[in-house]
Every structure is written in structure tokens, then in C-alpha cells.
């Protein structure tokens, strides 16, 4: 038994000699080197380039007051911003690769490791530049522009060749693949509606409240240079859920159509509470 553990260690020991312990170790401190290296010199190209990118259109900026073109250079400065990140990762991890001995240029150039980058999302990632490309070219959402895509609605915060960025009315920052974009409703190139609908009785007196309405709109629309023609009163309109509501629609400057809304909403209201005219959220606060 004891001789079988000498011979074992002897095997071992022949085994290890074979290995050049010194060059193994001299190449894995000049790896480490590099990979430091390279990593420095990365932070140092991203924040010069950063800087640079922000400088230019800064400048840029400072020459257009323009709203629509000051919406045109944010979107390309975001963009600038995203090629050049994405640019500076790839030669980056390229870098650390080619140092720690992997043949990059081989796989890249195999037909069998394309076919399953394709396999692991590459597809989808080209399927998301081709959008984000055309998104941008066609000028379909601009930054600081208001839209809706999907579900989500909200102010354009960055438009990327991956990703367009949304922020939610209440601050929620939304991520949305390019590619799964396919209807964008952009609510900041022409004027918008206000469309106020105030739920009535049967019993209301319709003709009296739409007086009351006209009366405020004559007096209230000079006050607000964002109403861009005269409100149209359409009467009284039945909802999806079965109630009466009398709707007026106010064509105003795109931005200011919530605004417009809440405010108008408000005096009329107050303009029918004094009149004594009873509305369902007056008789009824549960409805």
C-alpha cells in the first residue's frame, strides 16, 4: 500500500516536470498586464470621447433655437453617444480575447459559430439596428417628443440602435426593443384635441348646461394663447358604458392638450355647480 502512494507521488512529480512552470507563469503576469492595460485605455477613449461627442453638439446646439431642430440634435447626439459605446465595447473585448490566446478572426470567420451567434440572439440584434435605423431616418419619434408605442406613452428620452428609451408620465423609464416597435403615435407634430366629456342625468337640463358651457368658453378661450381655434361644443354623446356625457373638443398647440383639459374641466364644473345643476359625481360619488 505504501509503495503504491510512493510510486503515485513519483508519477505525479514526472508528470509536473514537464511543464514549464516559469514561462507559464511569465505569460499569465504579461496577460494580466495587457488586460489592465487595455481596460485604462478603454475609460481613458470613453471619457475623451464622451466629451468630445457632448462638446460638439453642445456648440452645435447653441446655434438653433429651433424646438424641431433642437429635437433633431438630441437625437443624434444620443445616438453618436450609443455607436460610439458600442464600438469602444467591441474593440475592447476583442482586445482581451486576442490577448488571452483565443482566435477571434477564426470564429467570427467559422460558419458554425455564426450560425450560433445567429442561434443565441444575433438575429434579433440585427433585426433591432435595421428599426432603430430606419426609425431615425424616417424621423418617426424625435427626442423630447411625446408618443405612445404599444401600451406605453410617454417623452422620448433616447433613440438607440438597439433601444428606444420612454419615460412614463410618472417617471418610469421604459426599454423598448426597436424591433418589437411597429406602430409609433407621435403627439407632438401637430396640434392635438382636448376632448372633455362631462357625464350628465337624464333629468339634466341639457340646453341650460350647454349655455353655461358656451359662456365659459367665451369667457376663459382669450385667456389661453395655446387654444389655437374656437372649442366646438358637440352636445351630448353616449359612453361605451351606457351614461350621457355632454363633450366639447378644443383644438390646441401639441404639449399643452392635458393642460387644457384639466383646467377647462374645472370651470365648467364650477360653472355648473353654481348654477345649480346636479352631475352623477354630485349624486352619486360612487359612480
Given at each position: ?20 512552470w516559469d ?37 452645435y ?41 483565443i ?8 460558419a458554425?459559430?455564426?450560425s450560433?451567434?445567429?442561434?443565441l ?5 440585427v ?12 424621423k ?5 417628443e411625446y ?19 420612454i ?63 374656437s ?50 359625481s ?6
Amino acid at each position: 500500500m505504501i509503495n503504491q502512494k510512493l510510486n503515485s507521488a513519483i508519477n505525479w512529480q514526472k508528470y509536473l516536470q514537464y511543464f514549464e512552470w516559469d514561462k507559464i507563469l511569465t505569460n499569465l503576469i504579461q496577460s494580466i498586464i495587457w488586460i489592465i492595460f487595455f481596460s485604462i485605455l478603454f475609460i481613458i477613449i470613453r471619457k475623451i470621447g464622451r466629451g468630445l461627442i457632448n462638446h460638439f453638439f453642445k456648440r452645435y446646439r447653441s446655434k438653433y433655437a429651433d424646438n424641431f431642430v433642437e429635437k433633431r440634435i438630441s437625437t443624434f447626439h444620443s445616438l453618436s453617444l450609443n455607436v460610439f459605446m458600442y464600438s469602444l465595447w467591441f474593440f475592447w473585448i476583442y482586445s482581451i480575447l486576442s490577448v488571452i490566446g483565443i482566435p477571434v478572426g477564426t470564429l467570427v470567420a467559422s460558419a458554425g459559430i455564426f450560425s450560433l451567434a445567429i442561434g443565441l440572439g444575433a438575429q434579433g440584434f440585427v433585426s433591432d439596428i435595421v428599426s432603430g435605423f430606419f426609425i431615425i431616418l424616417e424621423k418617426q419619434a424625435e427626442v423630447g417628443e411625446y408618443v405612445q408605442i404599444g401600451t406605453i406613452k410617454g417623452t422620448v428620452a433616447a433613440v438607440g440602435l438597439r433601444t428606444t428609451q420612454i419615460v412614463s408620465d410618472d417617471g418610469t423609464l421604459n426599454f423598448i426593443p426597436n424591433r418589437s416597435i411597429t406602430t409609433i403615435s407621435n403627439m407632438s407634430r401637430n396640434n392635438m384635441v382636448a376632448m372633455i366629456q362631462i357625464t350628465i342625468l337624464p333629468e339634466t337640463p341639457i340646453q341650460q348646461a350647454l349655455e353655461i358651457i358656451e359662456q365659459v368658453n367665451t369667457k376663459k378661450t382669450p385667456e389661453y394663447p395655446e387654444i389655437v381655434d374656437s372649442p366646438n361644443v358637440l352636445g351630448t354623446v353616449t359612453l361605451p358604458t351606457g351614461k350621457l356625457a355632454l363633450q366639447i373638443n378644443i383644438t390646441a398647440k401639441n404639449g399643452t392638450q392635458g393642460k387644457i383639459s384639466h383646467d377647462f374641466l374645472g370651470f365648467y364644473l364650477e360653472a355648473l355647480q353654481q348654477a345649480d345643476i346636479l352631475l352623477p359625481s354630485q349624486n352619486y360619488p360612487n359612480q
